[in-house]
């Protein structure tokens, strides 16, 4: 059964850089989409961004010059760096896989997300 | 503010059948599958339906997904109290080149 675990600082001062990494456990990250996803508390989900098992990337429009999603095969793992992070940042971020070769597909499974708050 | 709208809320007594909408555009929901998320308090998402009308194994009958136009609709029967969570629909918009959530309908059940 496929696993996905964030981790990361839970802590980003803001301007900063917030940098996450997935690792994933009973599969390979060799195939299909892999994403980052995220909820500001009490709110709904943001799609940030994916890689492809080819290392092409896609990201959120209203993101995309603060974001960058690479991919380690060798551990399995990608990650996520977003930077000049503000307030508007805190979120719990998860990653998730997209397991439809079109990459227009659903998310599933998810990591158990990870919580980042941006203070000083 | 969601490419997507869903009721804000909604509600039903055990046992009962509800429905919940999820409304969008031309550019996602009309060309595009759907799919539906449910998402316990505290927990991540996970996945309910997958392109419009499809269950994933482990999901039970009594949920079932739907898509008219520009509009798609997931519907619980036999509502039982552990169904009591958030739910969102998502699609992919052909404008924004990614996949897009609905705002969230959270589930009560009474």
């Known amino acids: 059964q496929m696993q996905l675990q964030e981790s990361g600082p839970g802590l980003v001062k803001p301007s900063e850089t917030l940098s996450l990494t997935c690792t994933v456990s009973?599969?390979?990250?060799?195939?299909?989409?892999w994403s980052w996803v995220r909820q500001s508390p009490g709110k709904g989900l943001e799609w940030i961004g994916y890689i492809h098992s080819s290392g092409a990337t896609n990201y959120n429009p209203s993101l995309k010059s603060r974001v960058t999603i690479l991919a380690d095969t060798s551990k399995n793992q990608f990650s996520l760096n977003l930077k000049s992070v503000t307030a508007a940042d805190r979120a719990i971020y998860y990653c998730?896989?997209?397991?439809?070769?079109?990459?227009?597909?659903?998310?599933?499974?998810w990591g158990q997300g990870t919580l980042v708050t941006v203070s000083s | 503010q969601s490419v997507m709208t869903q009721p804000h809320s909604a509600s039903g007594t055990p046992g009962q059948r509800v429905t919940i909408s999820c409304s969008g555009s031309s550019s996602n929901i009309a060309t595009n599958y759907v799919y539906w998320y449910q998402q316990v308090p505290g927990t991540a998402p996970k996945l309910l339906i997958f392109q419009n009308d499809q269950r994933p194994s482990g999901v039970p009958k009594r949920i079932s997904g739907s898509k008219s136009g520009t509009s798609a609709s997931l519907a619980i029967s036999g509502l039982r109290s552990e169904d009591e969570a958030a739910y969102y629909c998502?699609?992919?918009?052909?404008?924004?080149?990614?996949?897009?959530f609905g705002g969230g309908t959270k589930l009560t059940v009474l």
């Open positions: 009973g599969g390979s990250i060799t195939t299909f989409y």
């Open positions: 998730a896989r997209m397991p439809d070769t079109s990459g227009r597909g659903w998310f599933d499974p």
């Open positions: 998502a699609t992919w918009d052909d404008t924004l080149n990614g996949p897009v």
